[in-house]
């Protein structure tokens, strides 16, 4: 997901959107654990999303204050 699609979404958007991507890193994790994750790049760009939605949360804060 492009930072830019990100930065049209409310902030309770992005604050569900993280909590979603939690949840898949979640079972990307696990799912590489038991051995059945055939992309594990998949991993590494769901933390980069999770980085992106952080990062966006955190300058409309700073914007605020």
Do not use: C, H, P, Y
Not at 11 to 37: H, P, T, W, Y
């Amino acid at each position: 997901m492009k930072a830019s699609e990100l930065k049209k979404l409310t902030e309770q958007e992005l604050k569900d959107k993280l909590v979603e991507l939690k949840k898949k890193l979640m079972n990307l994790r696990f799912q590489n654990a038991i051995g059945s994750l055939a992309k594990t790049s998949k991993i590494r760009e769901t933390k980069k999303d999770i980085a992106r939605v952080l990062t966006i949360l955190n300058e409309r804060t700073l914007k605020k204050g």
